[in-house]
């Protein structure tokens, strides 16, 4: 092989192995970088924004509602305390003072008081001590087996002060509604006059609620049916003027006291924690009556 020969094909064989060299230089040299130190990687974490977390959000806690301090939901085994007042409207019919004798008239009673309630699972008492003006206009009456000349002009100014106790379950269709049902018991203390004054019919055959009152005995003397005497003097007829019925005390028949007794039903309102409301309906040894009572929770 000549020289010129020689020295050209070692000249590519030079330039074979620099072409091959380079790329493992180039990532010799990539590799020997220097490695970032731990406090240069702090300072990358610190930059690096914070990670979004996937999947349900992360819960926040709510602001106490108000709607829990003021829900009509009460706890079972949990007592309820209420003070608040009533009002119950009384009517005794004519046909209940027709059980006692003849006459009379339907009389209206209004009755209020402050009361006391105590709730628990449903069942509560109210307590409550009330005033009850049982007055009538004058109304002719007598007892049932007395003659015509025994009728009477009796009117009212009786009070009653009741001290008595609601005895009521309820059930429930929501929280706020419910349906009363139990019973009342109690007493009444009797004040206050009972008038009578005999009396005496305008013309023959007059209704008795025409009939006038006597001025005193035989005065005036008119003759009655079965020959005796209206405006009499004998004694069960002497009743006259500003005559007042006797309590049982005194030997009358004026009661001293009178029983509270009912069987009652009604609707029980409750909008909010603190306030309750009643509407009651029910029938007892007064009649009969219907009623309201608003109260505060304490």
């Given at each position: 092989?000549?020289?010129?020969?020689?020295?050209?094909?070692?000249?590519?064989?030079?330039?074979?192995?620099?072409?091959?060299?380079?790329?493992?230089?180039?990532?010799?040299?990539?590799?020997?970088?220097?490695?970032?130190?731990?406090?240069?990687?702090?300072?990358?974490?610190?930059?690096?924004?914070?990670?979004?977390?996937?999947?349900?959000?992360?819960?926040?806690?709510?602001?106490?509602?108000?709607s829990?301090?003021?829900?009509?939901?009460e706890?079972?085994?949990?007592?309820?305390?209420?003070?608040?007042?009533?009002?119950?409207?009384?009517?005794?019919?004519k046909?209940?003072?027709?059980?006692?004798?003849?006459?009379?008239?339907?009389?209206?009673?209004?009755?209020?008081?402050?009361?006391?309630?105590?709730?628990?699972?449903?069942?509560e008492?109210?307590?409550?001590?009330?005033?009850?003006?049982?007055?009538?206009?004058?109304?002719?009456?007598?007892?049932?087996?007395?003659?015509?000349?025994?009728?009477?002009?009796?009117?009212?100014?009786?009070?009653?002060?009741?001290?008595?106790?609601?005895?009521?379950?309820?059930h429930?269709?929501?929280?706020?509604?419910?349906?009363?049902y139990?019973?009342g018991?109690?007493?009444?203390?009797?004040?206050?006059?009972?008038?009578?004054?005999?009396?005496?019919?305008?013309?023959?055959?007059?209704?008795?609620?025409?009939?006038n009152?006597?001025?005193?005995?035989?005065?005036?003397?008119?003759?009655?049916?079965?020959?005796?005497?209206?405006?009499?003097?004998?004694?069960?007829?002497?009743?006259?003027?500003?005559?007042?019925?006797?309590?049982?005390?005194?030997?009358?028949?004026?009661?001293?006291?009178?029983?509270?007794l009912?069987?009652?039903?009604?609707?029980?309102?409750?909008?909010?924690?603190?306030?309750?409301?009643?509407?009651?309906?029910?029938?007892?040894?007064?009649?009969?009556?219907?009623?309201?009572?608003?109260?505060?929770?304490i």
């Amino acid at each position: 092989m000549s020289g010129q020969s020689s020295s050209f094909l070692a000249l590519s064989v030079l330039a074979l192995a620099g072409s091959l060299a380079r790329p493992a230089l180039a990532q010799d040299s990539e590799s020997e970088e220097p490695a970032a130190t731990e406090g240069e990687k702090q300072d990358v974490e610190d930059e690096a924004p914070p990670p979004k977390k996937k999947g349900k959000q992360e819960e926040s806690t709510p602001p106490e509602s108000s709607s829990g301090e003021s829900s009509a939901v009460e706890e079972p085994g949990r007592t309820y305390y209420f003070v608040g007042a009533r009002y119950r409207g009384i009517i005794i019919p004519k046909f209940m003072m027709n059980f006692f004798g003849e006459g009379g008239r339907t009389v209206y009673v209004n009755g209020f008081g402050p009361e006391v309630g105590i709730r628990k699972d449903g069942f509560e008492y109210n307590l409550s001590i009330w005033y009850a003006p049982y007055s009538m206009v004058k109304t002719p009456f007598k007892a049932s087996n007395d003659e015509i000349d025994a009728w009477e002009i009796v009117w009212s100014s009786v009070k009653v002060l009741y001290l008595t106790s609601d005895f009521l379950w309820s059930h429930e269709f929501s929280p706020e509604f419910a349906l009363n049902y139990g019973l009342g018991a109690g007493i009444g203390f009797v004040f206050g006059d009972l008038h009578r004054n005999q009396a005496y019919p305008p013309y023959p055959g007059a209704d008795p609620y025409r009939w006038n009152t006597c001025r005193g005995p035989r005065d005036p003397a008119i003759v009655a049916t079965n020959n005796n005497f209206y405006c009499d003097a004998i004694p069960d007829h002497n009743h006259y003027g500003d005559y007042t019925e006797p309590s049982w005390a005194n030997g009358g028949s004026k009661p001293v006291i009178f029983p509270w007794l009912a069987l009652q039903t009604g609707l029980r309102f409750k909008p909010h924690r603190n306030i309750a409301g009643r509407l009651d309906l029910g029938l007892g040894t007064s009649g009969f009556f219907f009623g309201v009572g608003l109260d505060y929770g304490i």
